[in-house]
Each structure stands twice: as structure tokens, then as C-alpha cells.
């Protein structure tokens, strides 16, 4: 039975939904990095929020872990890249808390417009500070949105409903969705210029850190308030606070600190600053709704191998998983088999699919291809890892369908360029479930690629097969299943025999050495 940890506080939906499906569940909360590594290597999914740093020490301590579950958007707590490296998913839930999130920078607006904590905190205190406190309407303001993505579009929408004016800066908008959102999309500093209100809705990347930058505060409309419910580090928290301090930045909500939890600041206590401790997706309705979206496709991930929402592996729903399971196998025998076969420098690897297999979602078979090849070479590589290995070391990956039938309703092929040539293999599902090789570098042979095997090349010439059954058996070599192949008559054959026993390196020069064989080889599957 797979064993998920929940390391952060989490709805009770997310235990039980993993128990319905089968999945033991212990909930530890709290811990810190060093009692997590003492646990973690116990466990085959971990389900987290964002207070869990999943980081290349706690990926390596975790020696079954297969899956790391975000419930939430934001995955900059977890080292992707480690986790990718070591084939372990990584799968959040992108929309359960959109609505949630733009609604508090709503509120946010609401309260840097009419200084509510201060008319509140005024006012408990008995002052009855009316003339105090003079805030603006939002009705006809412009508002500008830096990311226009799920929770963007949300605000653009609030907004629009409030009357405002929404303009956006996002490359990745396009004219036609700012055009659907009511938003006129412009450059940042276009924005910058006529934003009477700014909110920030962007993940924390290497292009967006330090967007509201020192230079940029200072191109902003004086007077502007400004909201950050995405993310700490999009914006120079100093230069902010000497913004507010100048009075060019009329106001400031910080739900997101580039240091969390944000015990101290320079910016506590500033006046016309608000923050609040990271609740942007603290609503009961989003906590349930990413409780479960998490639970759930954790639990399909472990327990059927569907994969929904992951960030580093292609999704394969529940229902799709069954249907490629057998060409997954199949692509990994295939990959398997020309990454043992190979020599000379890899270029390129081709993956081509024809008649059934052409219809299927392809993500996942040139996964499984890659995962059978690299993995001859190490045994850490999988269907995760394995596309980004292939990256590392250069290979050209190339993807080609053809729905038209040729010889089989259903057929894979793998090519493989070296500086030696191109060359390829090919295989079949026979009743749609057993993967059958049928092709071997253009020789027609049918072999179930399976334990230990035996590859010979040989010319083709009368009493070769029983030269070499002999040979084996004195060698003591039982053989199971036999397959062979030929180009043309008297010319070059292929045999492929599993054998039920390793295939030993003397064993496979006592083969090379018999009249007639051009190569032997030892293959594994
Ligand atoms: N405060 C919270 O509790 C809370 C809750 C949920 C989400 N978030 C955070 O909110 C952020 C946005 O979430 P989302 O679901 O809308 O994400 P999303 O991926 O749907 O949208 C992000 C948008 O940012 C845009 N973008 C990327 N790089 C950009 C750049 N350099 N300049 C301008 N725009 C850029 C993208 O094109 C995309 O449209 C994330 O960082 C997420 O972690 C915070
Ligand atoms: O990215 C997110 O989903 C938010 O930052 C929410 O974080 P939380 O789950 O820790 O509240």
C-alpha cells in the first residue's frame, strides 16, 4: 500500500480522500528540514503547502519518494529541478485557490482605499477619528495588472465589475484573451505610468523577481497603492518603504514577503502599509477545494499512474493510463533494446508512431522510449527524469505520427542517428496488451523482448542454428524462446534467444568465436 506524508496543514478532506483510495496516510506538521529528512525516506508521496521546503536534501534522504503533491499554485518551496533529476513528480493544483486569492487582493484594494486597519484600530481605541480619514473610490480608476494568468483574469474580472479601467502588462497575453479579459494589454512601463491601484500576479521567476524594482517604483503615478498577493521578491521591499515613506507611493498591501514567515520588516509599522501572514488562499471553500484536488491525484498518481497538473512529467489521465500502459512498456522495451545495441555518438533519437498508437497522447511513450534507453546507462533514470537527461546530454528528441495502418493496426518505431548512421526497431501490441518486437534494423523478426537474452548476427548459411544450439548446450544454456530473422537468403540473420540464466561475457565470446557469427551480444529487459 503507497504512504503519503502531509507535512503542512491541510484540510482533513486530503487524509480521508487518500484513505478512500487506498493510500496509508500519517499527518506530521511542523517539523523542521532535519526531523523531515529523519522521516521522509519512508514514504512514497508527500503532500505539502507552502511551508514545507522540499529541497535537494530532503529529495535525496527521500528514497521511495515518487510523488510531491502541492496543494496550492506556488512550487517555489520545492527544488524541481532535484526532484526531476531523481524521476520524482511534482504535481500542484492551479486553480482550487484563484478565486480565494483575487478576492483578497480585492480586499486588499478595498483596504489601502479607505485605510481601513487604521480607521479600525482608530476608532476601537475611542478616537472617532472622522476627518481623519479620507479615502478615494475605486470607480473609475485604473488599475494595472503585472500577470494576467488564472488569478489575474479573475481580479481584471472583480475589477471591471467595480467600474474600474483594467490594463495589464503580461508577454505571454495575448491579444486576443486581453481582448475577451476587457483589458488593454500595454508594456510594464506603459502601466507603471497610468496605474492609479498596481497588483502583482506572476510566480517568482528569474524575470519577474524585483519587477517593482527601485527604477520601477520610481516611473510609477505618484499616489499609486499597490498589492502583492502573489509572491515575496517581486518587489524591492527597501525601496518600497522608502517609496512610502516619501508619500510617492500612496499605499502598499503585502500578503507575500520575500522572507516567510515575516516575523520582522523594516516595512512593520510604516504608515499606509498593510499586510497580512500569506492568507491569499486561506478561505475554507479553497482550502477544501485544493485538499482534495491533491488528494485525489496523488492517490490516482500512486495508485493507477495517472498524472494530472504535474510540472515536470507530461499528464496521463486516470483513464488514459490503462490504454498506454502496454505501449509504455513497449516504447521502454524498444528504447531499451537500441540504447543496448548502440555505438558511436548519439545524435538523435526518432520516435514514430503508426495506425492506433499515432491517435494516443505521445508525451508519455517518448518518455518511456528515453527511459528504456538511458536507463542502460543508469539505473536512477525513469519517466520523469528521463526527458530532461536526454536534454542535458544534447539528444535531439524527434516525434512523428502516422494514423494510416501499415503492416499492424498498431505499431512503434524507434530510430536512433549516431555519427555510425541511422538505424531503427520496431514493435507491436499483439491483442492490444503484449508488446511484441518485429523489426530489427530492417530484418522482419518477431521476439518477446523479455529477461536475459542472447543477440547474435550471423551469415546466413545451412547448420549455423545447429552449431550454436549445440555450443549452448554444452555451455549448459537452457533456451527458452527462440526468434530469427533474415535479411535475404544467404545473407545476413538474426537470432534472438532468451535464455534462463545471465548471459556471462565468456559465454557470449564462446558465441563470437563459432564459424559464421559476425557480432553476439547479452541483452537485459
Ligand atoms: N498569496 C497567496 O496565498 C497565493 C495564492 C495563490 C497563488 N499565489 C501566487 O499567485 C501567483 C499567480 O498565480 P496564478 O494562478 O495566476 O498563476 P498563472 O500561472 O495562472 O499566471 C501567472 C501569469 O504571470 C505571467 N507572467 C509570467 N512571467 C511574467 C513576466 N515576466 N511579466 C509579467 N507577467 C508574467 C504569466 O504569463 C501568467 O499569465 C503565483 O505566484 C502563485 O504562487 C499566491
Ligand atoms: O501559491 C499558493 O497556492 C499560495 O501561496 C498559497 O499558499 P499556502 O497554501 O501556504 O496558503
Known amino acids: 500500500m503507497p504512504k503519503v506524508l502531509i507535512s503542512d496543514k491541510m484540510d482533513p478532506k486530503a487524509a480521508e480522500i487518500f484513505r478512500q483510495r487506498g493510500v496509508e496516510v500519517d499527518e506530521i506538521t511542523g517539523r523542521t528540514p532535519e526531523e523531515l529528512k529523519a522521516i521522509i525516506g519512508q514514504y512514497d508521496g508527500l503532500a505539502i503547502r507552502s511551508s514545507t521546503k522540499v529541497t535537494k536534501e530532503i529529495l535525496d534522504a527521500a528514497t521511495n519518494l515518487k510523488v510531491v503533491g502541492r496543494a496550492g499554485i506556488g512550487v517555489d518551496n520545492v527544488d524541481i529541478p532535484s526532484a526531476s533529476a531523481k524521476g520524482v513528480v511534482v504535481m500542484n493544483t492551479p486553480f482550487g485557490n484563484s478565486i480565494t486569492t483575487a478576492e483578497h487582493a480585492i480586499a486588499l484594494m478595498f483596504a489601502l482605499a479607505r485605510d481601513l486597519p ?45 467600474k474600474m479601467k483594467v490594463i495589464a502588462y503580461d508577454p505571454f497575453l495575448t491579444p486576443e484573451r486581453a481582448l475577451e479579459m476587457g483589458v488593454e494589454k500595454m508594456t510594464l512601463d506603459d502601466l507603471l505610468l497610468r496605474a492609479d491601484f498596481i497588483t502583482l500576479h506572476t510566480p517568482l521567476t528569474d524575470q519577474t523577481r524585483n519587477i517593482l524594482s527601485r527604477e520601477n517604483l520610481a516611473k510609477t503615478k505618484k499616489g499609486v497603492r499597490i498589492v502583492n498577493c502573489a509572491r515575496g521578491g517581486l518587489i524591492d521591499e527597501a525601496a518600497l518603504k522608502e517609496g512610502l515613506d516619501s508619500g510617492h507611493i500612496g499605499g502598499a498591501a503585502l500578503d507575500v514577503f520575500v522572507t516567510e514567515p515575516a516575523k520582522e520588516s523594516p516595512l512593520f509599522g510604516t504608515p499606509n502599509f498593510i499586510s497580512t501572514p500569506h492568507l491569499g488562499a486561506s478561505t475554507n471553500e479553497a482550502q477544501v477545494n485544493v485538499a482534495i484536488q491533491v488528494a485525489e491525484q496523488m492517490a490516482d498518481f500512486l495508485v493507477s499512474g495517472g498524472v494530472t497538473n504535474a510540472l515536470n512529467v507530461p499528464s496521463l489521465s486516470a483513464e488514459e493510463a490503462p490504454r498506454l500502459k502496454p505501449y509504455m512498456a513497449l516504447a521502454e522495451k524498444l528504447g531499451s533494446l537500441i540504447g543496448q ?20 497522447n505521445q508525451k508519455p511513450i517518448v518518455s518511456a522510449v528515453l527511459a528504456g534507453f538511458l536507463r542502460v546507462h543508469s539505473d536512477t533514470v525513469n519517466m520523469v527524469n528521463a ?58 523478426v518477431e521476439a ?13 548459411a545451412p547448420g549455423f542454428i545447429g552449431r550454436l544450439g549445440t555450443s549452448l548446450g554444452e555451455d549448459g544454456v537452457n533456451i527458452g524462446t527462440f526468434h530469427l530473422g533474415r535479411r535475404d537468403t544467404g545473407g545476413e540473420a538474426v537470432l534472438l534467444l532468451s535464455v534462463d540464466d545471465e548471459v556471462t561475457p565468456e559465454l557470449v565470446a564462446r558465441v563470437r568465436a563459432l564459424p559464421g557469427v559476425k557480432t553476439a551480444m547479452a541483452l537485459k529487459f
Open 118 to 162: 487604521e480607521a479600525d484600530k482608530s476608532t476601537q481605541a475611542g478616537k472617532w477619528e472622522k476627518n481623519r480619514f479620507m479615502g478615494v473610490e475605486v470607480t473609475g480608476k485604473t488599475l494595472g495588472l503585472i500577470g494576467a494568468g488564472n488569478i489575474g483574469s479573475i481580479v481584471a474580472d472583480r475589477a471591471l465589475g467595480l
Open 341 to 360: 545495441l548502440a555505438h558511436g555518438e548519439i545524435a538523435r533519437v526518432s520516435i514514430h508512431s503508426e495506425g492506433a498508437a499515432a491517435e494516443l
Open 387 to 444: 526527458p530532461f537527461l536526454a536534454k542535458e546530454r544534447g539528444m535531439e528528441v524527434r516525434e512523428v505520427r502516422n494514423e494510416k495502418e501499415g503492416d499492424y493496426h498498431t505499431l512503434l518505431r524507434v530510430s536512433l542517428k549516431t555519427d555510425a548512421g541511422e538505424r531503427s526497431v520496431a514493435g507491436t501490441l499483439f491483442s492490444n496488451a503484449q508488446p511484441r518486437l518485429v523489426e530489427l534494423f530492417g530484418i522482419k
Open 448 to 460: 518477446d523482448l523479455l529477461g536475459n537474452m542472447l543477440y547474435v548476427v550471423n551469415e546466413d
